[in-house]
């Protein structure tokens, strides 16, 4: 046995609303690694309605890494929602013409960049990730959270905006994990070592 087939949309037998979510993207700006997972309480397509202000003409991308954990109405704020915040006003002009047309000439709206979460992340319900940020891995985000900020790796945060509650484990054993990169094993050899990966005694994974 090897896992479930990471090309599988859904993975659970007779039950359509938890996927893995690169199965099921169709936003070539959204990039999804394996086994990452998104459970909805209603219907997976809402995943994609839930990143918002994601226009083409941007570019910018929401990269999501391996293993993650997405719960149901996370929500993810992109570059398109930003207004001019150094102007005389944030109205834009521009988008509706008839005279307005060239308002934004030699201008541009601020650009944060893409919204990167890594590998082995939870990202708990009705969070909401701001444009720019990036998640460490194996990081975890609190209900309802709002986060502005970059997250550190195997950290825990929480509230709005979100802030570091506690590590998950001392840094010696975070400089340990982010060297395993377990995420990156092959699924023969992450599926030997489940038993070691879900108790906390990091010295039973194997070193390379």
Not at 154 to 181: H, M, Q
Request: charged share 25%.
């Amino acid at each position: 046995m090897t896992g479930p087939d990471k090309n599988q949309a859904f993975p659970l037998a007779h039950y359509n609303r938890l996927c893995f979510l690169k199965n099921t993207i169709k936003n070539p700006n959204i990039i999804v690694g394996d086994y990452t997972y998104y459970d909805d309480f209603e219907n997976i397509d809402n995943f994609e309605k839930n990143v918002k202000y994601h226009f083409d003409f941007i570019g910018d991308k929401l990269i999501i890494g391996k293993f993650c954990m997405i719960a149901s109405d996370v929500t993810f704020i992109m570059n398109g929602a930003n207004h001019l915040t150094d102007a005389l006003t944030t109205y834009p002009f521009a988008i509706f013409g008839n005279g307005w047309e060239n308002a934004m000439e030699r201008k541009q709206y601020p650009q944060k960049g893409d919204i990167t979460i890594g590998n082995d992340v939870w990202i708990g319900y009705n969070a909401t990730i701001m444009a720019g940020v990036t998640i460490g891995d194996g990081a975890i985000i609190a209900t309802n959270s709002t986060v502005i900020h970059d997250v550190a790796p195997y950290s825990i945060v929480g509230g709005n905006p979100a802030k570091e509650i506690r590590k998950r484990f001392p840094e010696s054993t975070i400089e340990k994990l982010l060297d395993l990169k377990w995420w990156d094993w092959d699924i023969e050899k992450i599926t030997k070592n489940v038993h070691h990966l879900t108790n906390n005694e990091i010295d039973k994974l194997p070193a390379d």
